[in-house]
């Protein structure tokens, strides 16, 4: 936790987060303090199937683009999937096999919908930008160079159709493309949704207008978060100061054993598979 000790005329500390941090306080108040704040944190649920499914595509084509030109090819990406799959948060062995194989052709079609030439100014690239109220960081799947400009590309693997009003309301993809433009010092507008199970890219050009309003946004939570973060310190309530919002996402969150409001909600680790909610 960032905070100011406060001493009169002295400005404040800026709040230092990332876009998940952020978005977190959004979706619950309780998870937040649960993760960032509680020490010791609670106990959390064991891995996603779903996220191992993410993690190892993520990680095949940071590791593609680091190969030799000559061997940036489909089958390679295929190989660098295999090498880092794990089993973990799966029914079985047969069940993993099964997405091994289905993540392994998700990442060979989009890499041979890629021109091994055109080099990213950034894979996985940590990016970071400061406001009035925020020094807000975070790393950006890749970042690409088109003409004058660069485009935030954020890679996902679940199976939500994705349309440009995801791109659009993003408060991530809007705090990366401020980012990577005060980083790399070149004007960044543009964030694509690159959705690999269907092949589709969703795609938003932001304003000046548009990027503050989300920067205004950003501000407007981190100042919540850290208010309640205070109080806490002060003695107040932790039940009233970030109280649970109970929803579809309680029986995903890794604190949901952990949490009377989520009691009975907790989702079977490989239940956020597409197909696969049915298995016994």
Same mark, same amino acid.
């Given at each position: 936790?960032?905070? @100011?000790?406060?001493?009169?005329?002295?400005?404040?500390?800026?709040? /230092?987060?990332?876009?998940?941090?952020?978005?977190? $306080? !959004?979706?619950?108040?309780?998870?937040?303090?649960?993760?960032?704040?509680?020490?010791?944190?609670?106990?959390?649920?064991?891995?996603?199937?779903?996220?191992?499914?993410?993690?190892?595509?993520?990680?095949? *084509?940071?590791?593609? $683009?680091?190969?030799?030109?000559?061997?940036?090819?489909? #089958?390679?990406?295929?190989?660098?999937?295999?090498?880092?799959?794990?089993?973990?948060?799966?029914?079985?062995?047969? @069940?993993?096999?099964? $997405?091994?194989?289905?993540?392994?052709?998700?990442?060979?079609?989009?890499?041979?919908? *890629?021109?091994?030439?055109?080099? +990213?100014?950034?894979?996985?690239?940590?990016? /970071?930008?400061?406001?009035?109220?925020?020094?807000?960081?975070?790393?950006?799947?890749?970042?690409? @160079?088109?003409?004058?400009?660069?485009?935030?590309?954020?890679?996902?693997?679940?199976? #939500?159709?994705?349309?440009?009003?995801?791109?659009?309301?993003?408060?991530?993809?809007?705090?990366?493309?401020?980012?990577?433009?005060?980083?790399?010092?070149? &004007?960044?507008?543009?964030?694509? !949704?690159?959705?690999? +199970?269907?092949?589709?890219?969703?795609?938003?050009?932001?304003?000046?207008?548009?990027?503050?309003?989300? !920067?205004?946004?950003?501000?407007?939570?981190?100042?919540?978060?850290?208010?309640?973060?205070?109080? !806490?310190?002060?003695?107040?309530?932790?039940?009233?100061?970030?109280? &649970?919002? +109970?929803? /579809?996402?309680?029986?995903?969150?890794?604190?949901?054993?952990?949490?009377? /409001?989520?009691?009975?909600?907790?989702?079977?680790? $490989?239940?956020?598979?597409?197909?696969?909610?049915?298995?016994?």
């Amino acid at each position: 936790m960032t905070l @100011q000790l406060g001493l009169e005329g002295m400005p404040k500390r800026l709040f /230092s987060c990332t876009p998940s941090r952020l978005t977190t $306080w !959004l979706d619950c108040p309780r998870r937040y303090r649960m993760t960032y704040l509680d020490r010791p944190a609670p106990a959390r649920g064991g891995p996603w199937g779903h996220n191992t499914v993410g993690a190892t595509v993520h990680l095949a *084509l940071a590791r593609w $683009w680091s190969e030799p030109l000559d061997r940036r090819t489909p #089958s390679v990406a295929r190989a660098l999937l295999d090498r880092a799959w794990t089993t973990d948060g799966f029914l079985d062995d047969a @069940q993993a096999e099964r $997405w091994r194989v289905r993540a392994g052709d998700m990442v060979e079609r989009y890499v041979a919908t *890629l021109d091994p030439y055109d080099e +990213p100014v950034g894979v996985e690239r940590t990016v /970071s930008t400061r406001s009035a109220a925020l020094a807000v960081s975070g790393r950006v799947d890749r970042i690409d @160079q088109r003409g004058d400009e660069l485009v935030v590309v954020d890679y996902k693997t679940g199976r #939500s159709v994705l349309t440009a009003d995801d791109a659009r309301g993003s408060l991530a993809l809007a705090l990366y493309a401020l980012a990577a433009a005060r980083t790399l010092r070149r &004007a960044c507008t543009r964030v694509e !949704l690159h959705h690999l +199970p269907t092949g589709s890219v969703v795609a938003f050009d932001h304003t000046e207008q548009s990027l503050a309003r989300h !920067l205004s946004r950003a501000e407007a939570i981190g100042e919540e978060a850290v208010a309640a973060a205070e109080a !806490l310190l002060d003695g107040g309530d932790p039940e009233l100061l970030f109280p &649970a919002r +109970p929803s /579809s996402r309680c029986g995903w969150c890794d604190f949901a054993r952990s949490c009377p /409001s989520a009691a009975g909600a907790a989702r079977r680790p $490989w239940e956020g598979l597409a197909e696969e909610r049915e298995e016994p």
